[in-house]
Antibody, heavy 121, light 108 residues
Framework: QVQLQESGPGLVKPSETLSLTCTIS????????WNWIRQPAGKRLEWIGR???????NYNPSLKSRLVMSVDTSKNQFSLKLTSVTAADTAVYYC???????????????WGQGTLVTVSS | SSELTQDPAVSVALGQTVRITCQGD??????ATWYQQKPGQAPVLVIY???NRPSGIPDRFSGSSSGNTASLTITGAQAEDEADYYC???????????FGGGTKLTVL
């Protein structure tokens, strides 16, 4: 059974770069899209972006200018870097596998347990 | 429009049926996906596509869609179904994904 685990610093200073890694176990990273999704406390989920194992990416337009995602197939990992963070980037960050059966239907499953990242000096 | 709109809160008596709705222009083109989130936990996929349940999701959960509205129905709600439910789909351009604001389900 595939499992995802986020890792990275829980505290980041304003204007610095938030870096997270998601490690996949129980299955190969190949042939899926891998997503980052975040949730500020008490707020809705926000899709951040996704990366395919080829390295192809899609980003949320609202974050695109600050976002870089990468994949390391040898380690079964993918990563997120978000630059110039502010308090508005404080959230629980989840990684999730993306799957699809047709252009009009896709889903995220499974999800990692999530990691809280706080932006504060 | 990239917005998905959900009622903030819904309640249902134990054993009764409840429908949670999600509205958005993109739902005319894309199926909604539904996630259940309990406090302190990651979201869990409950319905995807036209009306598909992942393995392990009880058959009391079902999905439907009409026009710009998608619905999640729980037939015979149980105490363990008390949670936040989020709908999700691509935005109208198809280039990124959006979530609804979530519906807090209370089972009385």
């Amino acid at each position: 059974q595939v499992q995802l685990q986020e890792s990275g610093p829980g505290l980041v200073k304003p204007s610095e770069t938030l870096s997270l890694t998601c490690t996949i176990s129980g299955d190969s990273i190949s042939s899926y899209y891998w997503n980052w999704i975040r949730q500020p406390a008490g707020k809705r989920l926000e899709w951040i972006g996704r990366i395919y194992t080829s390295g192809s990416t899609n980003y949320n337009p609202s974050l695109k200018s600050r976002l870089v995602m990468s994949v390391d197939t040898s380690k079964n990992q993918f990563s997120l870097k978000l630059t110039s963070v502010t308090a508005a980037d404080t959230a629980v960050y989840y990684c999730a596998r993306g799957d699809s059966s047709a252009w009009y239907e896709d889903w995220f499953d499974p999800w990692g347990q999530g990691t809280l990242v706080t932006v504060s000096s | 429009s990239s917005e998905l709109t959900q009622d903030p809160a819904v309640s249902v008596a134990l054993g009764q049926t409840v429908r949670i709705t999600c509205q958005g222009d993109s739902l005319r083109s894309y199926y909604a996906t539904w996630y259940q989130q309990k406090p302190g936990q990651a979201p869990v996929l409950v319905i995807y596509g036209k009306n598909n349940r992942p393995s392990g999701i009880p058959d009391r959960f079902s999905g439907s869609s009409s026009g710009n509205t998608a619905s999640l129905t729980i037939t015979g709600a149980q105490a363990e179904d008390e949670a936040d439910y989020y709908c999700n789909s691509r935005d109208s351009s198809g280039s990124y994904w959006v979530f609804g604001g979530g519906t807090k389900l209370t089972v009385l």
